[in-house]
């Protein structure tokens, strides 16, 4: 593995910006955004997956950490235990690995009834996350990156940004946890 000092930048590019922000971009591109696999190690060490998308990734530049908002439970109950993960991101050739360690956190409130309060979600236990209310706002540190290619073309698992996703998941709540993160860990507002 390579040692990484902060989010290396061909990450970081993949991860800037918001589906809903560059709405051209994802026209040109028939609406395609990666999801990038996030993993987490559960309490009987076994590897739990969840899938994020730019909404609930975002670098912070002035730290080199990555902020993310979390609202599944299984994905929160391993952070909050351990503390460790992992981000996997592809472009052309290149498959990156992250792996991470949390250096901060913040349960961000919501409201009953909200996507983070029993409504839809990526993770398989409905993506709930107790009927909270809440997100967990995280910033980790990157403890190491391996960029992988056999210069091979590689696809990145993707969707299809639209608004009926932007509602279901809460986007624009998504947005004001970022915000709070970026205000509480560095980030440029």
Known sequence: ???????????AALLRGSPDADIRA???????????????????GYPH?????????EPAPATGLL????SGTRTRADLERDGRAGLI???????????LRL?????????????????????????TNGGTGSVLGCAFAVESHTAASLDI?????????????????QWERTATALATLRSAYGGEV
Do not use: W
């Not at 899938?51 to 990734?57: G, K, M, V, Y």
């Not at 991101?89 to 792996?99: F, I, K, M, R």
């Not at 901060?104 to 990526?122: N, T």
């Open 1 to 11: 593995m390579n040692a990484a000092r902060g989010l290396p930048e061909e990450v």
């Open 26 to 44: 994802a026209v040109a591109h028939a609406g395609a955004e990666q999801a990038f696999p996030f993993l987490t190690v559960d309490g009987h």
């Open 103 to 127: 250096v901060g956190s913040r349960l961000i409130s919501g409201e009953p009834g909200d996507a983070y309060d029993g409504g839809a979600g990526s993770e398989s236990d409905g993506g």
């Open 153 to 169: 073309p590689l696809s990145p698992l993707g969707f299809r940004a639209d608004a009926r996703i932007a509602r279901i998941e």
């Open 49 to 57: 997956s969840a899938l994020l998308s730019r909404t609930e990734l």
């Open 89 to 99: 991101a592809v472009h052309g050739t290149v498959c990156s690995h992250l792996t």
């Open 67 to 70: 902020l993310a908002v979390v």
